[in-house]
C-alpha cells in the first residue's frame, strides 16, 4: 500500500521556469492538500481540496495553483519559479473533516530556485 | 506571535531519561490537537492525537490544558530511537485552518 506518493523526489529550476508537482494518494481519501516547510517555519498550507473537482487557498497562496481532477491525484504548478519558493514541499490526504482526522503525508519534493 | 508556539530546542537527553515538551496555542477555537514526528529529511507522521482526558501511548502521554491553552507530551524511558523534531498541531473546524508549530528537536545522547 503505497498511501501518498510525490513527485519528483528532487527539482533544480532556473528563475522563471513552470513545473508541476504530482501528489497521488490510493487510499480513497477525500481531502488533499499541499504545505511548504521552511526552516523555522513550520509546514504552511498552500492549496487545499475538499474532493474532486474542488481547490481552495491555504495560508501562502500566492505564486502556485492547484488542480484536482481525480480524485486520487492533487498537482501543483508553479508559473513562474521565484528564489523565494524554495522549500521542501509535502502533500498530505485525510478522510474526512481534517481538523478531527490526522493527515497521511508523502516523503515530500524539495525544489530548488536558482 | 504565532498560533502555535514551540520551545525549537534542541532537547539533548540521555537514553532512558524522561523528557516533557510543551505547546502553546493562541486561539481559543482549537478544537483538535496532534503530535507529529518528523525525522529528519523526512515527512511528518503522526504520532497521536491528544485528546480532552489526556491520552498515554506506551511511553507517550499526551495531555490538554485548555484553560492555559497548551498541549504536552511526555516521553518515559527515552530510546535512541526517539531523535527526531516533534511537531505539535492545533486544528480547527474549518479545513483551511489547521496550524503546525515549527517542532522541537529532540536528541537522545547513549
Known amino acids: 500500500n503505497a498511501g501518498v506518493t510525490q513527485t519528483p523526489k528532487f527539482r533544480v529550476l532556473k528563475t522563471g521556469q513552470s513545473m508541476t508537482l504530482l501528489c497521488a494518494q490510493d487510499m480513497n481519501h477525500e481531502y488533499m492538500y499541499w504545505y511548504r516547510q521552511d526552516p523555522g517555519m513550520g509546514l504552511r498550507l498552500i492549496h487545499y481540496?475538499?474532493?474532486?473537482?474542488?481547490?481552495a487557498k491555504g495560508e501562502v497562496p500566492d505564486g502556485y495553483n492547484v488542480s484536482r481532477l481525480k480524485k486520487q491525484n492533487f498537482l501543483l504548478g508553479l508559473e513562474s519559479a521565484a528564489p523565494s519558493q524554495t522549500s521542501v514541499y509535502f502533500c498530505?490526504?485525510?478522510?474526512?473533516?481534517?481538523?478531527?482526522?490526522?493527515?497521511?503525508f508523502g516523503d515530500g519534493t524539495r525544489l530548488s530556485i536558482l | 506571535r504565532k498560533e502555535v508556539e514551540q520551545d525549537p530546542g534542541p532537547f539533548n537527553v540521555p537514553e532512558g531519561a524522561t523528557v516533557a515538551f510543551n505547546c502553546t496555542y493562541s486561539?481559543?477555537?482549537?478544537?483538535?490537537f496532534f503530535w507529529y514526528r518528523q525525522d529528519c529529511r523526512k515527512e511528518p507522521k503522526l504520532l497521536m492525537s491528544?485528546?480532552?482526558s489526556g491520552n498515554e501511548d506506551g511511553r507517550f502521554t499526551a495531555q490538554l490544558n485548555r484553560a492555559s491553552q497548551y498541549i504536552s507530551l511526555l516521553i518515559r524511558d527515552s530510546k535512541l530511537s526517539d531523535s527526531a523534531t516533534y511537531l505539535c498541531v492545533a486544528g480547527y473546524s474549518s479545513a483551511s485552518k489547521i496550524i503546525f508549530g515549527s517542532g522541537t528537536r529532540l536528541s537522545i545522547r547513549p
Open positions: 498530505a490526504s485525510s478522510g474526512t473533516e481534517h481538523s478531527n482526522q490526522p493527515q497521511h
Open positions: 481540496s475538499v474532493g474532486e473537482g474542488t481547490t
Open positions: 486561539n481559543s477555537a482549537s478544537q483538535s
Open positions: 491528544v485528546y480532552s
